[in-house]
């Protein structure tokens, strides 16, 4: 194991570089002006558009759309509104051939104009929300440049690389959601980036198998190295070979990272509007339970898709309540 790996697991993570690096890219937001204009066209659209983007969650998310339900309707349709626009733009590259980016290319230059076209409805909301919310243009350049990796990078040497990545396809998201249902202080900023790579993390530990198949392997190649795992490895185990102890260890390691970035970034909803708190621990909390189920799986994400039933998500809501329940700290 290597002296970062260890230094995390014992409790040194504040002084990771990497953390610095992400904490660098969010305040490169800080301070921008407004870069859209509220909709002033027809109102039937706007509310049509707003319809879609919900729709559009629903569809996709079922943890995002629980989460935006338990906010009030203003900031669930600008939620939604939020998650369109981060669908849409990893839409334009699932649905590219391998290394085209023009797709891409063309969804950013509409979505992320000073005044967007008509050939996505779902922009009308998304426009809307960006003017009504501030929400810095910073942030959307970056899920959009995080999210172009995708066509071109397969593989990550080092967890500060993955980090990074994680960093502009899900801590992005939560930052600009930030922005929408408020905050008292700017000490939420660094516990939204740990929540974002910890959600984005847990996607990947439960998805390796399915991005496998797709060409892709997210976890670092030197930490898989440090554990005796190689893509022969995975492949065995994409195709129902047996689980080694080797992987195992690996995976142990990866959701010991994962829970302890929950456990640092989770705390941060203190700083939220009090109506958003349970709505952002019930998505991190209710995301982090399929680490458990992955364990329960004996660490098969090659062949089986850990999830958490809507059952088991009932009955954690009571607790979850009651850990959103802190004052709201200010300063």
């Known amino acids: 194991m290597s002296s970062e790996a260890r230094q995390f697991l014992l409790g ?8 610095a690096r992400l904490l660098d890219l969010a305040r490169q937001a800080e301070g921008q002006g407004d870069w859209l204009e509220a909709y002033t066209g027809d109102r039937a659209s706007l509310e049509r558009s707003y319809r879609l983007c919900a729709q ?34 990893d839409d334009s590259v699932d649905r590219a051939p391998s290394g085209d980016g023009a797709r891409l290319a063309a969804w950013a230059e509409e979505a992320l104009s000073s005044a967007p076209g008509a050939h996505t409805p779902e922009l009308l909301a998304w426009q809307d929300t960006v003017a009504r919310y501030h929400i810095p243009r910073r942030y959307a350049e970056q899920l959009v440049a995080a999210v172009a990796q995708d066509l071109v990078v397969r593989r990550y040497e080092s967890f500060a690389q993955l980090a990074e990545y994680c960093y502009g396809v899900a ?5 600009m959601a930030m922005t929408i249902v408020g905050y008292s202080s700017a000490r ?24 496998w198949r797709a060409g892709r392997l997210y976890l670092p190649l030197a930490e898989l190295a440090q554990f005796g ?11 129902g070979g047996p689980i080694t102890p080797q992987w195992r260890a690996c995976m142990r390691f990866q959701i010991a990272r994962a829970r302890r970035l929950y456990a640092e970034g989770l705390p941060g909803v203190r700083w939220l509007r009090r109506e958003a708190r349970f709505a952002v ?11 458990a189920e992955i364990e329960r799986n004996d660490y098969d994400v090659f062949t089986r898709r850990a999830h958490v039933s809507s059952l088991g998500k009932l009955r954690r809501v009571p607790g979850i309540w009651l850990r959103a329940a802190l004052p709201i700290e200010r300063g």
């Open 12 to 19: 040194g993570a504040a002084s990771q570089p990497w953390e």
């Open 229 to 239: 795992v190689t893509e022969a490895d995975i492949e065995r185990g994409v195709a």
């Open 171 to 175: 801590s992005t998201v939560g930052l």
């Open 188 to 211: 939420a900023t660094e516990p939204a980036i740990k929540l974002g790579v910890a959600l984005q993390l847990t996607n990947i530990l439960r998805d390796v198998g399915e991005d």
């Open 56 to 89: 559009l969650t629903r569809e996709h998310s079922r943890t995002f759309s629980l989460a935006a339900a338990l906010l009030p309707a203003q900031e669930r349709r600008a939620i939604h509104a939020l998650y369109a626009f981060c669908r849409l733009t």
């Open 281 to 291: 621990r019930a998505a991190g909390e209710l995301y982090q339970a399929i680490l």
